[in-house]
């Protein structure tokens, strides 16, 4: 069933999306025909009208991100969402993961548009060579540097689940309250990133006690990224999986559709 | 077995009693009409039996089952409220309800839309209030499930429309089926019903089927209803 959910979830985003992203790369391909054909005026407006495509995207995104779940979970859709024969992990994964493609294609798109509007010709293999002649210049090995890449892109992939969880959970957690759902929405969000700071320092005062700064400055380069990446994937992880069954509880036991 | 049993049901928002106490045998292959004014509980008992509200206390079991993905495959409801998304076509939507429930029958809903003139290639966005409410209970009679629970199907479209819907109730479900409607219109839907139930400020103050109403008491379901909730 997470497969049905999350084919409807792409068609209703989808419509969105794809005529975005076509626009952006047709205004920015016009961009560089202007600028290698030296028509002042049009490219200086190509690549104004691209910047702001860009943040537009980058915009949508996050309010499409936001509006997929309050809306069709916790508006009126709802009635329908949650009579289907289905789970309700399932509900969450098709929204989270939909969700999460979506904000990396944004992000790629934008790289692309970029490397369209760019002169030079950017591209990613030329960065990863550059990167890897960079680190060859130190000490760490090929393994190394593909272990990295592992990592951060690992990383990435999490922090960006965490995220998108952090908002279901402040959505889903509305459902406590039967009037300015939106607004107590907002002040979740903002509490709950006070208390995600405060832990930080928490935890970052607690190293210092156990001394873990000494032992971290005497690892070797290699090890230190290592750890930090390591770090970032358990911390986000937990995060996710806090706000996870924090979303889903309250979906299964609070959910009160007007 | 009763399709859908409940004992010692309560939904409590804060001191406010939606429901309470709430005793119920509903046996297959009747027709209950859930009678009450507006805010006696009928929505809270059926967002209860779809799994959309958490009792605060008692139980709701439907074909011996809590309300889980289990008995969403065999109840099919209707509920008051339009849930209808805007981006869809009216084929989307019966695509979307073969995609999920394996007892939709999308030749029935085509045969229905085509009786009540409803285009298949409109916009869901497009269409008016009334002919949304139609659309919707197309898609929930088109089901063959053994439980429909349907709130409020008569309130917001015309009186002609009321009959074909009444008579497409009556004729599409099977006969061991079991469908609840929930509505204050009792006139128009009396002669379809088997049973009832009156609720009054989330309490059941009566069950009977109809054929006894109207022969030990001597009246219509719409009089009694009447002479029960008198302001």
Redesign the interface.
């Known amino acids: 069933?997470l497969g049905?959910l999350m084919?409807?979830e792409f068609k209703?985003t989808g419509?969105v999306f794809l005529p975005m992203f076509g626009a952006l790369l047709i205004v920015a391909a016009f961009s560089r025909l202007f600028v290698s054909l030296s028509f002042k005026v049009p490219s200086a407006i190509g690549i104004i009208v691209s910047v702001i495509m860009i943040i537009g995207i980058f915009v949508m995104t996050f309010l499409l991100t936001i509006q997929r779940f309050n809306k069709?979970l916790l508006g009126?859709?709802?009635?329908?969402m949650?009579?289907?024969?289905?789970?309700t992990d399932s509900l969450i994964f098709s929204k989270l993961l939909t969700a999460a493609v979506w904000n990396i294609a944004s992000v790629i798109i934008v790289f692309t548009a970029i490397s369209i509007m760019a002169m030079t010709g950017f591209s990613f293999r030329e960065m990863a060579e550059a990167i890897q002649r960079l680190l060859r210049s130190t000490d760490i090995t090929d393994l190394n540097f593909a272990l990295y890449v592992i990592e951060v892109t690992v990383s990435v992939l999490v922090s960006l689940l965490a995220g998108i969880l952090t908002l279901y959970a402040c959505m889903a957690l509305s459902l406590l309250v039967n009037k300015h759902r939106g607004l107590f929405a907002f002040g979740a969000f903002v509490v709950i990133n006070i208390l995600l700071q405060t832990a930080g320092s928490i935890l970052l005062v607690a190293g210092g006690v156990m001394n873990f700064e000494n032992i971290f400055l005497k690892m070797q380069l290699e090890q230190q990224i290592h750890m930090v990446a390591i770090l970032m994937i358990v911390l986000n992880f937990v995060i996710a999986g806090i706000f996870y069954v924090v979303t889903k509880l309250m979906l299964?036991?609070?959910?009160?559709?007007? | 077995m009763a399709i859908l049993q409940c004992s010692g049901l309560s939904k409590l928002y804060g001191s406010k009693k939606a429901l309470f106490n709430v005793n119920l045998n509903l046996e297959h292959g009747r027709i209950i009409g859930l009678l009450g004014p507006n805010g006696s509980g009928k929505s809270t008992f059926l967002k209860i039996c779809n799994g959309l509200l958490t009792p605060s206390e008692g139980t709701v079991l439907i074909n011996g089952m809590m309300p889980g993905i289990r008995t969403k495959e065999i109840v099919s409801y209707l509920p008051e409220q339009t849930y209808l998304n805007d981006w869809m076509k009216v084929s989307d939507i019966l695509g979307f309800f073969k995609d999920f429930y394996a007892d939709f029958n999308i030749g029935k809903a085509g045969d229905m839309l085509h009786s009540l003139n409803i285009n298949p290639n409109d916009r869901l966005k497009t269409l008016s209030k009334g002919t949304k409410e139609k659309v919707q209970l197309i898609l929930v009679m088109a089901r063959e499930a053994k439980l429909y629970l349907l709130d409020e199907p008569i309130g917001g479209v015309d009186p002609a429309a009321r009959d074909y819907i009444l008579n497409t109730i009556i004729k599409n479900y099977n006969q061991e089926a079991t469908v609840v409607i929930s509505t204050h219109l009792i006139a128009d839907i009396e002669r379809v019903l088997d049973d009832v139930v009156f609720l009054r400020n989330g309490e059941v103050v009566l069950t009977s089927t109809v054929d006894d109403i109207r022969e030990n008491k001597g009246v219509s379901v719409d009089a009694l209803f009447r002479e029960v909730f008198k302001c």
């Open positions: 069933m049905k084919k409807y209703a419509r069709n009126s859709e709802g009635y329908l949650f009579t289907l024969p289905v789970s299964k036991y609070k959910l009160n559709l007007d």
